[in-house]
């Protein structure tokens, strides 16, 4: 995965990511509407410049089904970071 610059604050638990790749392998600047996966707690969100930190939280969890549904890649960017997570011992 090719990462690019791009700071924004996880708003499930603060962190602040610095860098965002593609789950499609592309070098690409998220933009207004695109998801991410919180490298630290996994949660995702969406990119929306004028919350705070740049990011907000999807409304529910059919939200993030739906996200799945229309972009399979994001099941496999899910299951690698629960099997990192895992190999570290943190559940
Ligand atoms: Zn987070």
């Not at 410049?49 to 496999?76: F, R």
Request: positive net charge.
């Amino acid at each position: 995965m090719k990462d690019v610059a791009f700071e924004c604050t996880c708003p499930y638990c603060g962190k602040v990511n610095t860098k965002a790749g593609s789950v499609d392998n592309k070098v690409v600047m998220p933009k207004e509407g695109d998801v991410t996966l919180c490298i630290d707690c996994g949660n995702c969100s969406f990119v929306k410049k004028d919350a705070p930190g740049g990011m907000a939280k999807l409304d529910n969890h059919a939200q993030l089904v739906e996200l799945c549904t229309q972009h399979p890649s994001m099941i496999g960017a899910l299951r690698a970071w629960w099997a990192v997570r895992q190999k570290q011992g943190v559940h």
